[in-house]
Nanobody
Framework: QVQLVESGGGLVQPGGSLRLSCAASGLTFGDYAMSWYRQAPGKERELVAT????????NYADSVKGRFTISRDNAKNAVYLQMNSLKPEDTAVYYC??????????WGWGQGTQVTVSS
């Protein structure tokens, strides 16, 4: 059974930084591309960033490019999201999951971690 546990969220002022972590268990973590997603109140869940299984390639949504950095540590079964220059529009619940949508049904979703950007 796959478990995904996100942490590191909080309240931060505009321009601030946060580092999110996702601990995965119940899978051969290094076999999978991983992504961070976010969902703001009243909005659809959106893709934020993706990293390939070995970490050699990353992709970002245009809205976060240049501000966010996704990374992973396969030895620790963990994926991270470093968020800099945060904006109020980054406020959302952040989730990690497989990059491949087909796996969502098998893995389910963690509880997410709330990020609030406000002065």
């Amino acid at each position: 059974q796959v478990q995904l546990v996100e942490s590191g969220g909080g309240l931060v002022q505009p321009g601030g930084s946060l580092r999110l972590s996702c601990a995965a268990s119940g899978l051969t973590f290094g076999d999978y591309a991983m992504s961070w997603y976010r969902q703001a109140p009243g909005k659809e869940r959106e893709l934020v960033a993706t990293i390939t299984p070995a970490g050699g390639s990353t992709n970002y949504a245009d809205s976060v490019k240049g501000r966010f950095t996704i990374s992973r540590d396969n030895a620790k079964n963990a994926v991270y999201l470093q968020m800099n220059s945060l904006k109020p529009e980054d406020t959302a619940v952040y989730y990690c999951n497989a990059a491949l949508r087909l796996l969502w049904e098998h893995w389910g979703w963690g509880q997410g971690t709330q990020v609030t950007v406000s002065s």
